[in-house]
């Protein structure tokens, strides 16, 4: 058995981190928050990851959100550093240069599910559980759910969710548009992979450059947002990787991106 609370494969481009605490379901403790922001801010400036699959360690568990017995023993000091240390994560997550898959593959609540929303791809397994449960605890959503579900789902579907604290399972999570994608449990990683190996085909500039545009220009007005995309596509203009687009296209054959 691996003893580390995350778990790096790399292959390929795509980098798939496992949150490696099965035994509770790998919520997040203090730890498992800080080893996870430390491998999002290595991989930001490593030119040889294309993709990031996050996924749970188990069969049980995505993630069930905050690790409540070592929440039980903080003061309400350390809980604010928790809350900042989570949504400052989270946020750095959803603003990461490259493309994150969630893995959805079991329970995925309140802060899992906010890991989830951070994300920019949500492909559940059809034994997964979603939902922002934080309110049957007294408090609300901390590290993002309040704002990031409602952008994704609607405001009074959201507000439904938040308010009862109901979880959802993969069929009804995909009906309202939290994630993208359901398949079979023992296909997850599959699927997840064969995606992003179709975005690695990609040029990883444009794909930077799109991510930037969409998550930006969803924040303002329509003539904004087109300022924000005119000058993401500017960004892509000069790259070697746009005239090789050109030329592979002319010449019937795959184009080999560098990232430049």
């Not at 991989?43 to 995505?62: C, E, H, K, L, Q």
């Not at 350390?78 to 809350?83: G, R």
């Not at 059809?126 to 609607?154: D, F, K, N, S, Y």
Request: net charge positive; proline share 4%.
């Amino acid at each position: 058995m691996n003893d580390a609370i995350l778990l790096v494969q790399q292959q390929d481009g795509v980098t798939v981190i496992t949150l490696n605490r099965p035994e509770v379901m790998n919520a997040f403790n203090f730890a498992l928050l800080h080893a996870l922001a430390a491998k999002i801010n290595a991989v930001r400036f490593d030119p040889s990851v294309r993709v990031i699959i996050i996924t749970g360690a188990g069969d049980r568990a995505f993630c069930s959100g905050a690790d409540l017995k070592e929440r039980a023993a903080l003061t309400p000091v350390q809980v604010k550093e928790y809350i900042f240390t989570i949504r400052n994560l989270f946020t750095a997550i959803e603003q990461l240069n490259k493309p994150v898959i969630a893995a959805v593959n079991g329970i995925a609540l309140g802060g899992g599910t906010e890991l989830a929303l951070a994300s920019d791809i949500r492909i559940a397994s059809e034994t997964a559980t979603m939902g922002l449960t934080e309110t049957r605890l007294a408090i609300i959503p901390g590290a993002g759910g309040t704002q990031r579900l409602p952008r994704l789902v609607g405001k009074g579907k959201a507000k439904e969710l938040i308010f009862t604290g109901k979880r959802v399972g993969a069929a009804e999570a995909s009906k309202m548009g939290l994630v993208n994608r359901v398949c079979a449990p023992e296909a997850l990683l599959d699927t997840c992979r064969q995606m992003a190996a179709e975005i690695c085909e990609t040029g990883p500039v444009a794909i930077e450059q799109a991510k930037y545009a969409i998550n930006f220009g969803m924040e303002t007005d329509l003539s904004t947002g087109l300022a924000i995309e005119s000058n993401a596509y500017w960004v892509c203009i000069p790259t070697a990787d746009r005239l090789e687009g050109l030329a592979a296209f002319k010449e019937k054959r795959k184009p080999v991106y560098k990232g430049y």
